[in-house]
Protein backbone atom coordinates (compact mmCIF):
# COMPACT_ATOMS: atom_id res chain seq x y z
CA UNK A 1 0.00 0.00 0.00
CA UNK A 2 1.38 3.36 -1.00
CA UNK A 3 1.15 6.77 1.04
CA UNK A 4 -1.78 7.91 -0.53
CA UNK A 5 -3.35 4.80 0.42
CA UNK A 6 -2.90 4.67 3.40
CA UNK A 7 -3.71 8.16 4.06
CA UNK A 8 -7.28 7.16 2.63
CA UNK A 9 -7.52 3.69 4.47
CA UNK A 10 -6.90 5.52 7.70
CA UNK A 11 -9.17 8.31 7.71
CA UNK A 12 -11.47 5.89 6.12
CA UNK A 13 -11.15 3.27 8.98
CA UNK A 14 -11.78 6.48 11.37
CA UNK A 15 -15.22 6.87 10.19
CA UNK A 16 -17.96 5.22 12.59
CA UNK A 17 -20.51 5.66 9.89
CA UNK A 18 -18.87 3.55 6.81
CA UNK A 19 -18.14 1.19 9.53
CA UNK A 20 -22.18 1.39 10.98
CA UNK A 21 -23.24 1.19 7.26
CA UNK A 22 -20.57 -2.29 6.50
CA UNK A 23 -19.21 -0.31 4.17
CA UNK A 24 -15.48 -1.00 2.88
CA UNK A 25 -12.64 0.98 1.04
CA UNK A 26 -12.95 -0.63 -2.42
CA UNK A 27 -9.99 1.02 -4.48
CA UNK A 28 -7.62 4.22 -4.17
CA UNK A 29 -6.10 6.23 -6.79
CA UNK A 30 -5.12 9.62 -7.81
CA UNK A 31 -8.66 11.44 -7.92
CA UNK A 32 -10.60 8.50 -7.45
CA UNK A 33 -12.25 6.34 -4.93
CA UNK A 34 -14.54 3.42 -4.76
CA UNK A 35 -16.81 2.13 -1.55
CA UNK A 36 -18.73 -1.16 -1.36
CA UNK A 37 -21.63 -1.56 0.19
CA UNK A 38 -23.45 -4.83 0.72
CA UNK A 39 -27.09 -5.47 1.13
CA UNK A 40 -28.18 -5.70 4.54
CA UNK A 41 -31.99 -5.25 5.63
CA UNK A 42 -30.84 -3.18 8.19
CA UNK A 43 -30.17 -0.35 6.00
CA UNK A 44 -33.43 -0.60 3.85
CA UNK A 45 -36.81 1.74 3.65
CA UNK A 46 -39.98 0.12 3.98
CA UNK A 47 -40.34 -0.83 0.28
CA UNK A 48 -37.22 -2.87 1.04
CA UNK A 49 -34.66 -0.57 -1.25
CA UNK A 50 -31.60 0.33 -0.20
CA UNK A 51 -32.09 3.52 1.82
CA UNK A 52 -31.63 6.61 -0.12
CA UNK A 53 -29.58 7.86 3.36
CA UNK A 54 -27.23 5.22 2.90
CA UNK A 55 -26.48 5.29 -0.59
CA UNK A 56 -25.97 8.88 -0.08
CA UNK A 57 -23.17 8.56 2.51
CA UNK A 58 -21.57 6.02 0.36
CA UNK A 59 -21.01 8.12 -3.03
CA UNK A 60 -20.18 11.39 -0.65
CA UNK A 61 -17.89 9.46 1.27
CA UNK A 62 -16.61 8.16 -2.50
CA UNK A 63 -16.50 12.19 -3.22
CA UNK A 64 -14.75 13.67 -0.51
CA UNK A 65 -11.75 10.95 -0.77
CA UNK A 66 -11.55 11.40 -4.27
CA UNK A 67 -10.63 14.92 -3.44
CA UNK A 68 -8.36 13.76 -0.24
CA UNK A 69 -6.13 11.97 -2.78
CA UNK A 70 -5.78 15.62 -4.80
CA UNK A 71 -5.11 17.93 -1.40
CA UNK A 72 -2.02 18.92 -0.02
CA UNK A 73 -0.75 15.96 2.54
CA UNK A 74 -1.22 19.11 5.54
CA UNK A 75 -4.98 18.97 4.39
CA UNK A 76 -8.39 17.20 5.00
CA UNK A 77 -11.22 17.52 3.44
CA UNK A 78 -15.15 18.12 4.01
CA UNK A 79 -18.12 18.72 2.02
CA UNK A 80 -19.29 22.19 1.34
CA UNK A 81 -22.45 21.12 -0.60
CA UNK A 82 -23.81 18.05 -2.63
CA UNK A 83 -26.92 17.31 -5.41
CA UNK A 84 -28.07 13.64 -5.95
CA UNK A 85 -30.14 12.29 -8.18
CA UNK A 86 -32.00 9.33 -7.20
CA UNK A 87 -32.09 7.40 -10.72
CA UNK A 88 -33.95 4.32 -9.59
CA UNK A 89 -34.79 2.04 -6.36
CA UNK A 90 -31.50 0.62 -4.81
CA UNK A 91 -32.11 -2.80 -5.55
CA UNK A 92 -29.06 -5.34 -5.46
CA UNK A 93 -26.56 -7.29 -3.91
CA UNK A 94 -24.15 -5.07 -3.74
CA UNK A 95 -23.26 -1.32 -4.41
CA UNK A 96 -20.24 0.18 -5.44
CA UNK A 97 -19.90 3.76 -5.05
CA UNK A 98 -17.57 5.49 -7.26
CA UNK A 99 -16.35 9.45 -6.19
CA UNK A 100 -14.03 11.08 -9.44
CA UNK A 101 -12.12 14.20 -9.07
CA UNK A 102 -13.43 16.57 -12.05
CA UNK A 103 -11.56 19.68 -10.68
CA UNK A 104 -9.29 20.65 -8.31
CA UNK A 105 -8.39 23.73 -7.13
CA UNK A 106 -6.61 25.58 -4.02
CA UNK A 107 -9.63 25.56 -1.70
CA UNK A 108 -12.26 23.63 -3.58
CA UNK A 109 -12.72 20.59 -5.48
CA UNK A 110 -15.66 19.22 -7.46
CA UNK A 111 -16.34 15.53 -7.64
CA UNK A 112 -19.04 13.41 -9.71
CA UNK A 113 -19.96 10.13 -7.95
CA UNK A 114 -22.43 7.54 -8.83
CA UNK A 115 -23.65 4.40 -7.54
CA UNK A 116 -24.06 0.81 -9.12
CA UNK A 117 -26.22 -1.51 -7.87
CA UNK A 118 -25.03 -5.34 -8.53
CA UNK A 119 -26.78 -8.73 -8.74
CA UNK A 120 -25.12 -11.68 -7.43
CA UNK A 121 -21.71 -12.20 -8.87
CA UNK A 122 -22.46 -10.51 -12.32
CA UNK A 123 -20.84 -7.68 -14.22
CA UNK A 124 -23.48 -6.08 -15.59
CA UNK A 125 -24.63 -3.53 -13.26
CA UNK A 126 -27.60 -0.38 -12.74
CA UNK A 127 -26.62 3.34 -11.80
CA UNK A 128 -29.32 4.07 -8.85
CA UNK A 129 -27.45 7.35 -8.17
CA UNK A 130 -25.60 10.23 -9.40
CA UNK A 131 -23.70 12.79 -7.30
CA UNK A 132 -22.54 16.59 -8.16
CA UNK A 133 -20.40 17.32 -4.94
CA UNK A 134 -18.39 20.44 -3.63
CA UNK A 135 -15.57 19.32 -1.45
CA UNK A 136 -14.00 21.90 0.55
CA UNK A 137 -10.33 21.84 1.33
CA UNK A 138 -8.90 22.35 5.25
CA UNK A 139 -5.67 23.83 5.56
CA UNK A 140 -4.02 24.39 9.06
Same mark, same amino acid.
Given at each position: ?? &?? %? %? !?????? &? =???????????????? &?? +???? +????????? %??? @????? @??????? &??? /??? *???? !??? =? #? /? +????? #??????? !?? *??? +????????????? $????? /??? #?? !??? *? @?????? $?????? %?????????
Amino acid at each position: MN &DL %Q %Q !RIATSF &D =AQGLMTTLGATLAFVG &DG +EVHI +ELPFSPQLT %QQH @GYVHA @GAITSIV &DSA /CGY *AALT !RAP =A #E /C +EVVTA #EFKINLM !RP *AIG +ERFLAIGRVQNAG $KLLTV /CTG #EV !RAY *A @GTATAY $KVVALM %QATIATLRP
